[in-house]
């Protein structure tokens, strides 16, 4: 009687490279997420200063419940967002009318807040991108050139520029969504 053919081992049928079981140090998570993190809340708050230090909380109570997150980049981006509003409330009157953006004076203490952490995002979303892309931004919204003057500028064509742009706003729209943050209907 021939014998039954040996089975595979189930780590050979399934071998799709090394498989990583050990948890990311807290260690690599800051200094893959400090910078991001520095910026979504300098986004938020405006105060490179108090960012630093809301920063600094969230990647210590990180520490603390290390155990128990499963997913330290999210929860690390939430903590940021939820400390840097509740900064904003408690320090409201540290901020001038002179220093607030016309758009915060005339919004109630919910608006405000809710544009605050949009504009945080948005410049953290932008902060991402690529040096062209973030000209392109610049140029056509920092500046308010038009596309002709653009294409001079950059060397691209007219409607490339147009093209660019478009897919660049589509591109952060879906971003922003993705992260919660909807339009001014809600």
Known sequence: ?????????????????????????????FEAEESPL?????????????????????????????????????????????????????????VSSEESPEWAIEAGPTDQLARMEAAGAVRMLIAELSTDDRTLLLLKYGEDLKYEQISKQTGLSVGNVGYKLHHLLKGLGASL????VEGPEG
Do not use: C, Y
Request: aromatic share 6%.
């Open 1 to 29: 009687m021939n014998p039954a053919p040996a089975a595979a081992e189930p780590s050979a049928v399934l071998s799709f490279g090394p498989m990583k079981t050990e948890k990311t140090s807290l260690r690599e998570v």
């Open 38 to 94: 520095l910026r979504f809340a300098h986004g938020i708050l405006g105060r490179r200063e108090v960012a630093e230090d809301i920063v600094q909380e969230a990647f210590l109570r990180l520490h603390s419940h290390w155990e128990e997150v499963a997913n330290p980049r999210a929860w690390l981006f939430r903590t940021v967002r939820n400390l840097a509003l509740n900064h904003l409330r408690d320090h409201k009157r540290e």
């Open 177 to 180: 969504r993705r992260m919660g």
